[in-house]
C-alpha cells in the first residue's frame, strides 16, 4: 500500500506543481482555459497559488500526514470547482481536467487508505 500512496502523492504533486508553474509565470495555456471558461485573468494568480500550496502540501504529508489529506482533500475540492466552471461555461472539453482530478482523488483516496 505504500507503494501506491507514494506514487499517487508524487504524481499528483507533480501534475499540480506544474500546473501551478504555468499560472505563475504566466504561461497561454492557464490564458486561454480562463477564456474557454469565462474567468477573469486576475484569478490565474490565486490559482497558480493554491495549485502550488495543494503540491506542497502533498509532499509535506508525507512527513506529517494530516497535511497530506488536507492538501488532496483541497486539490480534489479545487477540480470538482474547476468542473462547475467548466460545465457552466459549456467547454466540455475535459480530457485533461480528468487527469489531474483522477490523480488528486487517487492521491486522496490511498493517503486514507495508508494512514
Known amino acids: 500500500m505504500y507503494v501506491a500512496y507514494l506514487a499517487t502523492t508524487l504524481l499528483a504533486a507533480g501534475l499540480t506543481g506544474s500546473a501551478a508553474v504555468a499560472n505563475l509565470i504566466g504561461h497561454d495555456y492557464p490564458k486561454s482555459q480562463a477564456d ?8 490565474i494568480l490565486p490559482f497558480g497559488l493554491l495549485l502550488g500550496a495543494g503540491a506542497v502540501g502533498l509532499l ?3 512527513a506529517v500526514p494530516a497535511l497530506g489529506l488536507l492538501a488532496a482533500g483541497g ?8 468542473l462547475v466552471a467548466h460545465l457552466r461555461a459549456h ?25
Open 36 to 43: 474557454t471558461v469565462q474567468v477573469d485573468h486576475k484569478w
Open 60 to 62: 509535506a504529508g508525507l
Open 75 to 82: 486539490l480534489v475540492l479545487y477540480f470538482l470547482g474547476a
Open 91 to 115: 467547454a466540455l472539453n475535459l480530457a485533461p481536467w480528468s487527469l489531474y482530478f483522477a490523480t488528486c482523488t487517487a492521491a486522496l483516496v490511498t493517503t486514507v487508505l495508508y494512514r
